[in-house]
């Protein structure tokens, strides 16, 4: 199923953070948001799984506004995994993966063989089989993200929306989830600070700044070094990653970050 996003306007404790936001997640495709903080990448998701009311503008799934459909025909399409973790739960990680059928269920309704295979597979995928019978509680920030991302995917949806979805994971878990996001080859809206992930890992970049989608593209089209001046203000060259082709940023770390006058414009 594909994304899109037209003309979203998201006001959040009384000020507008996202101003006219264009955007297409299409189908199959891992979709990135990058931006520096405080451009409106999180505010932007949290109205795409309905988290908050857009003051105009509307998210479509397929064509349909995605506020048409009731809340739990919205959760069969659409699974989120916020910034916002939650409360400590006090269930074991079969069970917090489990929450993910929720959608599915009468009030009541025990699991069936579809349910357990599917939370199975999602513990397995996110390589926490073996802790199924811990609790939540009693996991490092690490685990607890890969348990959380396997509800997601135990949603079994058409479209994933991930917010940071690498934090807390070390190196390895990092690559090891985004290659889980690649094979998945589900419509995928996910935000990420690593620009040389996000680089390697979407199919499309869209790049948010000051509420607004100020570029939008394949990644080696959108990681200009001009860009990367203009919106992250940081020097920087965009190199071919060595091992994959990739492009890759390569950040002067050293370089005090450019005046305002020395900034070249971002093309729209």
Do not use: W
Not at 16 to 36: D, F, Y
Not at 57 to 65: K, Q, S
């Amino acid at each position: 199923m594909r994304i899109d996003v037209e003309d979203l306007h998201v006001a959040y404790a009384g000020r507008t953070v996202v101003a006219g936001a264009h955007l297409i997640a299409r189908a199959g495709e891992i979709t990135g948001l990058v931006g520096p903080n405080g451009s409106g990448k999180s505010t932007l998701l949290r109205a795409v799984y309905r988290h908050l009311k857009p003051v105009a503008g509307r998210v479509l799934l397929d064509g349909t506004d995605l506020r048409e459909l009731t809340p739990a025909r919205s959760a069969r399409h659409v699974a989120a995994l916020p910034q916002e973790r939650g409360g400590d739960f006090e269930l074991t990680v079969r069970e917090v993966v489990a929450m993910g059928r929720t959608p599915y269920k009468r009030a009541f309704a025990g699991e069936d063989a579809t349910d357990r295979d599917l939370v199975a597979g999602a513990l397995a995928g996110v390589g926490m089989a073996a802790a199924a019978g811990r609790r939540f509680t009693a996991l490092s920030g690490g685990e607890r993200q890969r348990v959380l991302l396997a509800r997601a995917f135990a949603q079994d949806p058409d479209v994933l929306v991930l917010d940071e979805p690498t934090n807390h994971l070390d190196i390895r878990h990092q690559v090891e989830l985004l290659a889980l996001l690649r094979a998945q080859r589900r419509t995928t809206l996910v935000s990420l600070h690593d620009l040389s992930a996000a680089a390697s890992v979407c199919d499309r970049l869209h790049v948010l700044h000051g509420g607004a989608v100020v570029a939008s593209g394949p990644p080696r089209e959108v990681l200009t070094p001009a860009l990367l001046a203009e919106v992250f203000g940081v020097r920087a060259a965009v190199v071919e990653h060595p091992l994959t082709g990739d492009p890759l940023i390569a950040v002067d770390h050293r370089a005090p970050a450019p005046a305002p006058g020395d900034a070249v414009a971002v093309e729209r």
